[in-house]
């Protein structure tokens, strides 16, 4: 069946550092991927999206690009902030209609000041 | 847009007791909700899928007769948890989704602590 395997958390860095977070799936057919963000306490938030190959998802200063070739969905920022510490979650979607989320196991990311 | 409520954020109760929790989409039609159930520090465990008016199907391992799914309309849904003990404590959330948008919109969660 169609899984996500995400980077091993804790992940810390200090402000201001690159980041990545990485992230590949096994799917049949063209799944659409995600990274959701989930801060203390709360549920998630959709960060970035990609529906086809090559398509590259971008916000908040987070991008990612879809790789069907190397089957990964990686995410990265240049520049943390002390706000982006949060929970951040890969997750696909198969074809067609509003099909349940495979989500990875998460990655914890603490930045420091 | 897009925007998924739940109620209540936050709920206490006693064990053997019942506790239903509200799932509302606000601003779209939800033609299928999905209930998860996440532990703390770990991923979101998908408990159930309900499409408007039809029996929720559940994932293998979750009791139907414990966790009462009812999705009467497009716009609500609402998880019942039964009986509740207090390994039944957990975070619990939602999420909408409309046909043919291979998205879904996540609630807030709502925390359950049965003492």
């Known amino acids: 069946g169609d899984s996500v395997t995400q980077m091993e958390g804790p992940v810390t860095l200090s402000e201001e550092a690159f980041l990545t977070i990485n992230c590949t799936y096994t799917a049949t057919g063209y799944p659409s991927l995600f990274w959701y963000v989930q801060y203390p306490g709360e549920g998630l938030q959709l960060l970035l999206k990609?529906?086809?190959?090559?398509d590259k998802g971008s916000n908040k200063g987070f991008e990612a690009t879809y790789r069907k070739e190397t089957t990964s969905f990686h995410l990265e920022k240049g520049s943390v902030q002390v706000s982006d510490s949060a929970v951040y979650f890969c997750a696909l979607s198969g074809a067609g209609g509003a099909q349940k989320l495979v989500f990875g196991q998460g990655t914890r990311l603490t930045i420091n000041p | 847009g897009a925007v998924v409520s739940q109620h209540p954020s936050w709920v206490i109760c006693k064990s053997g007791t019942s506790v239903k929790i509200e799932c509302r989409s606000l601003d779209f039609q939800a033609t299928t909700m999905f209930w998860y159930r996440q532990f703390p520090k770990q991923s979101l465990m998908l408990m159930a899928t309900s499409n408007e008016g039809s029996k929720a199907t559940y994932e293998q391992g979750v009791e139907k007769d414990k966790f009462l799914i009812n999705h009467a309309s497009l716009t609500l849904s609402t998880l019942t948890v039964t009986s509740a003990h207090p390994e039944d404590s957990s975070f619990y959330i939602c999420?909408?989704?409309?046909?043919?948008?291979?998205?879904?919109?996540f609630g807030p969660g709502t925390r359950l602590t049965v003492l």
């Open positions: 990609a529906t086809k190959a090559d």
């Open positions: 999420s909408g989704g409309t046909s043919g948008i291979r998205e879904q919109f």
